[in-house]
Structures are given as structure tokens and as C-alpha cells.
């Protein structure tokens, strides 16, 4: 199958790149790149709370996204709500009662994939932050295209920005030929590797959607496998 | 032990008790949807409007429509514009201080859900005035009572206030140096002007005026459930939404394809329960098309303005 840089088929994912600690005042910070998409993430918690936000018998979770011009878009909240919600179930907010957990994420660049890279490093800087989880949990991207000519859809794990926003203009008319293209992003937990969050964006049918759930068992298990080598090299260094 | 009196201190074991007997906390079923209600052609200052209750919850929406200028580089397409915003008066979680940026979620949700999912024709020649201006659909969605499913009430008034809405021919006058204002006191059917293409032409009032629809290709339509334990329950009231493991929204599209899959965190799924929600919701999708849209689709109806109520 074809992909916009050729060395990569289908089903294979970009290198990874992490770099923890990059904060100095957080509690637990990381860099952390698929590609050339990079994000960096930082964690204070817990830490106090204005009696405003407290809740009894458990931790405030607040997620805030900001995007590389410095400005929160609409989407960037729309990621943050869904990212909290998603940790809300995750992280033992009841060890913490009164008391908040902030995640700051810094959008640095954006080469595709985007979300799946954003959630990738929030479940890194919480584990480097130490605080308790009741699972692991890692995110991928798929791509989903159809183009006018081809009769089934293809699957592209990872896709970068280019792939996202590929236009394909006939070459008499120059008309905008776009094919039908839709984004999923899939979360999945260690334990089980069930989903534990799907957000999609453009038309899929059914039968993709659990081709992509599929996919996502087996692209969780690569990213696991790089948090476990990147936690052992911080640990030998210490 | 009985739980009914402690309903509001211990909710999660109420609703538990309740489901042991097959009933929910309002005493449905647990694939039961709640009753529809809408009513449109409400605020008379917008271009189109409806009020959508869903069981309890409201929804309000309005639709203005203005020409707006564009640059020479820009697309010449529609412009959608979507706000929606949860008042103080709809719960009593939601005050001036704190407010909670669910409603932003909802907002580009719906955002991204109209223009990625072909459900209006932006490329149609109503939304092109000139080379220069482009028509923009403002839409207004405010939440009266919050009781669960808002994403799915907020949805289907959008649609309503689409397919109601009746653009009135004086918006897409546009004043230039080379063209006359409108409403100079003269009878607009009389004056001539070769601006606009009229693709749409289709009510004709006492007064003689022309007004425009709205080139809908597809209706979007949403179905919430959450789960509980392992029930699976359609359409989550406020109450339940709090102790829910996890929410699950499905849009289809009136032409079979699905526009959104969203389940914001929570408990794991395993693919049987996807496959059982995508049967049910299915079977819904088919009620709403032909009971609630079905006037919406049927063009002789179209003809007929507003301050209709349809219960069902």
C-alpha cells in the first residue's frame, strides 16, 4: 500500500522519542514525539485546591491543551474535556481526596496524529509523576480513505499530516477531487486491551470501525512495550 | 434495604436496585428512549427556530442567516457558525461562577459533525451571493433543562431549525456601489436582479415575498446510552449520567453511514456491546426518521409555516 513517505507499509507506526523531566517545577514532565509530532506534557499533583474546585473523597482532575500559536482553539478544549474524562476513570481519585490533579499540555508541533500523541504522553508523564493509575493506557490514530476510484477503504495507522489533509486534484480540470477521508482515534488499556475511548471524525462505516479496534490491540502493544524500555533506561540512569 | 428514600445519598445503590427489578429511575425499560417533543417556528426575529425536549431535557435552538463578505483567497462556500451554551437556568450545578465547559465539547461536536459529514450542500449556488460574499449560518443553541442526553437534543434542534428555516430574499442583497440597497418601499417581486441563482424557490406568502431553504443532503441522527454495571441503558437522565461507568454516543447519517463514534473515557467495551448498541441504535434511527423528520422530509408539508407541536 501506498503511504506519502514510502518507507513506512500500512500497519507500521513512526519511531518514538521521549525525554522526561523537561519541567523542572512539575512534579513529572515529558517530551515525548511520534514523527515529527511532538508534545510536552507536565503534571503537578496533588497538590492543593481552591475550596471552589474541591470535592470531597476525591481529586479534581483539570486538563488544559494549548496549541503551538500559544492559544487554546475549540478543539484544543474539546480535547481537553475528553482527555479528562478519560483520566477521571483511570487515576485512583480516591487515594487523593481534596486535592487536584493538573495536566498542561503544549502542543510543539504538529505532523499528524496529533490526539493519539497527545494521549500517549499524558499516560507517560503520569507514570513519571508517580501517581496511581489503575491501568496503563495508549492511543492511535487511523486514517481512513476512500478514494473515488477504489472500491474499499484502506486503513493507515499514524498517518501524518500530509496523509490527513491530502487533496487529489484531477489533473484536466484542476477540480478539488477530495476522497473520502475520516480520523479515529482509539484508546486501549494494558490489562485487557479492550477500548477504553473512541473519538471519530468523518463518515466510517461499522466494519472499519472494528477493523480499527482491532488494529489498535496490536499498535497498544508496541507503544506498552516502548513506555516499559524508555521507564528502564530512566531507572538505570538514576 | 430499601433505597428509594435515600435516593439522592446513595444514587448508585438506588439505581442498582431499581435495575434488579428491570426498571430504571424513572421506571423505563432499560433500551427505552424518552418521549420527543418539538415545536418550531418559536422565536419569529430569527430566520428559523425550534425547542426539542427530550423527556425533560430542552433545547432551543435559532438559525440567523447574513451575507458576509469574504477574501479573494478564501473558499467561496457557506459559512456555519455554531454556539451553544448551558444557561444557569438549566441546572442547578451550572452558576455564573462555575462554569463547566461541557457545552464547548457539545459545540464542536455538532461543529465538526455538519461540515465533515455532507449534511448541507455548502457548494450549493444559495450559499454563493457574489464573488464576494458568501451567505453564514449563525446557529444559537441554548440548554432550558438539563436532564441527560443534551448532545442528542442539541442535535436534532439543530436539524429542525435547518429544515424549518425560511431565509427571506432581502439577506442576500448585498449593498455595493453598483447595486441598490433593498427595501427602497418598492415590491421585491418587481425588482430585477440577476445576482443570485434561485435554486429554491418554494413559498410565496400574502405579501408576495420569496423565501429560501436550507439544501439539506442529510439528516444526522444521534443516539446516546451509557452503561451501568453491565446493563446498557439508552438515553442516560442527569441522575444517571452521575454514577454511569461510561457514555457512549452513536450519529448516523439518513444515508446508513455512521458520522461519530464518541465514548469520552470510562470502563472498558468489549465489541459485543458495540454490536449491540449499533443494533439498537439502528432501530431508533428508523423511529426518528419516520416519526419525528418525517414531516421534514414530506414536501407538502414544507409549505406550511410553523407553530406546529408534534408529540411523540
Known amino acids: 500500500m501506498q503511504r506519502l513517505d514510502s518507507e513506512r507499509t500500512a500497519n507500521q507506526l513512526r519511531s518514538f522519542e521521549t525525554e522526561f523531566d523537561i519541567i523542572k517545577s512539575a512534579d513529572g514532565s515529558v517530551k515525548y514525539s511520534q514523527g515529527k509530532t511532538t508534545v510536552i506534557v507536565g503534571v503537578y499533583g496533588p497538590i492543593e485546591v481552591k475550596q471552589k474546585k474541591e470535592k470531597a473523597g476525591t481529586s479534581f482532575i483539570e486538563v488544559s491543551v494549548t496549541s503551538e500559536d500559544g492559544i487554546q482553539h475549540e478543539r484544543d478544549i474539546e480535547y481537553a474535556i475528553f482527555i479528562r474524562n478519560t483520566l477521571e476513570n483511570v487515576i485512583h481519585t480516591k487515594m487523593h481526596p481534596l486535592t487536584s490533579i493538573t495536566v498542561a499540555i503544549q502542543i510543539v508541533s504538529d505532523d499528524g496524529s496529533l490526539f493519539a500523541t497527545i494521549i500517549n504522553a499524558v499516560c507517560l508523564s503520569l507514570l513519571i509523576c508517580g501517581i496511581e493509575m489503575k491501568c496503563l493506557f495508549s492511543a492511535t490514530n487511523f486514517l481512513i480513505e476512500k478514494k473515488n476510484n477504489e472500491i474499499n477503504k484502506k486503513i493507515f495507522i499514524d498517518p501524518l499530516k500530509r496523509e490527513e489533509?491530502?487533496?487529489?486534484?484531477?489533473?484536466?480540470?484542476?477540480?478539488?477531487?477530495?476522497?473520502?477521508?475520516a480520523l479515529v482515534t482509539i484508546v486501549v488499556d494494558n490489562v485487557s486491551f479492550a477500548s477504553l475511548a473512541i473519538f471519530t471524525d468523518g463518515l466510517i462505516d461499522e466494519n472499519v470501525l472494528f477493523r480499527c479496534i482491532e488494529l489498535s490491540k496490536m499498535s497498544g502493544k508496541t507503544i506498552f512495550n516502548f513506555i516499559k524500555l524508555a521507564l528502564q533506561k530512566k531507572l538505570e540512569k538514576n | 434495604m430499601d433505597f428509594t428514600k435515600l435516593r439522592t445519598i446513595f444514587p448508585t445503590e438506588f439505581l442498582e436496585s431499581k435495575l434488579k427489578e428491570g426498571k430504571r429511575n424513572d421506571d423505563r425499560k432499560t433500551e427505552d428512549f424518552?418521549?420527543?417533543?418539538?415545536?418550531?417556528?418559536?422565536?419569529?426575529?430569527?430566520?428559523?427556530?425550534?425547542?426539542?425536549?427530550?423527556?425533560?431535557?430542552?433545547?432551543?435552538?435559532?438559525?440567523?442567516?447574513?451575507?458576509?463578505?469574504?477574501?479573494?483567497?478564501?473558499e467561496n462556500q457557506g459559512i456555519f457558525q455554531l454556539s451553544v451554551n448551558f444557561l444557569p437556568i438549566c441546572s442547578p450545578e451550572i452558576t455564573h461562577d462555575s462554569q463547566p465547559d461541557e457545552d464547548k465539547a457539545i459545540q464542536q461536536h455538532i461543529y465538526r459533525l455538519i461540515k465533515n459529514s455532507n449534511a448541507i450542500d455548502f457548494e450549493n449556488p444559495l450559499f454563493k451571493i457574489d464573488s464576494h460574499h458568501v451567505l453564514c449560518l449563525n446557529v444559537d443553541v441554548y440548554c432550558l433543562n438539563h436532564d441527560g442526553s443534551?448532545?442528542?437534543?442539541?442535535?436534532?434542534?439543530?436539524?429542525?431549525?435547518?429544515?424549518?428555516?425560511?431565509?427571506?430574499?432581502?439577506?442576500?442583497?448585498?449593498?455595493?456601489?453598483?447595486?441598490?440597497?433593498?427595501?427602497?418601499?418598492?415590491?421585491?417581486?418587481?425588482?430585477?436582479?440577476?445576482?443570485?441563482?434561485?435554486?429554491?424557490?418554494?413559498?410565496i406568502d400574502d405579501q408576495k415575498k420569496k423565501f429560501f431553504e436550507i439544501p439539506i443532503r442529510n439528516v444526522l441522527f444521534p443516539i446516546t446510552f451509557g452503561f451501568f454495571r453491565e446493563y446498557l441503558l439508552a438515553d442516560p437522565t442527569s441522575e444517571e449520567e452521575k454514577v454511569l461507568d461510561s457514555q457512549f454516543t452513536i450519529v448516523f447519517s439518513s444515508d446508513g453511514s455512521i458520522c461519530s463514534v464518541y465514548k469520552p473515557g470510562g470502563k472498558i467495551i468489549i465489541e459485543k456491546k458495540i454490536k449491540k448498541c449499533f443494533e439498537l441504535a439502528k432501530k431508533r434511527v428508523e423511529f426518528l426518521k419516520q416519526n419525528v423528520f418525517s414531516s421534514s422530509f414530506n414536501s407538502k408539508e414544507k409549505n406550511k409555516i410553523n407553530k406546529k407541536i408534534k408529540n411523540y
Request: charged share 25%.
Open chain 1, 165 to 181: 489533509e491530502n487533496q487529489i486534484r484531477k489533473q484536466n480540470d484542476n477540480i478539488l477531487d477530495s476522497s473520502q477521508k
Open chain 2, 34 to 74: 424518552r418521549k420527543i417533543v418539538y415545536v418550531t417556528g418559536t422565536i419569529t426575529t430569527s430566520h428559523g427556530s425550534s425547542i426539542v425536549k427530550l423527556g425533560k431535557t430542552s433545547v432551543i435552538s435559532a438559525l440567523t442567516a447574513e451575507a458576509v463578505a469574504i477574501n479573494e483567497n478564501a
Open chain 2, 150 to 203: 443534551i448532545f442528542d437534543a442539541a442535535l436534532i434542534s439543530v436539524f429542525m431549525t435547518l429544515f424549518h428555516a425560511r431565509i427571506p430574499e432581502e439577506i442576500f442583497r448585498v449593498s455595493q456601489e453598483e447595486k441598490i440597497d433593498s427595501l427602497n418601499g418598492e415590491n421585491l417581486s418587481t425588482v430585477k436582479n440577476d445576482s443570485y441563482e434561485k435554486p429554491f424557490e418554494i413559498l
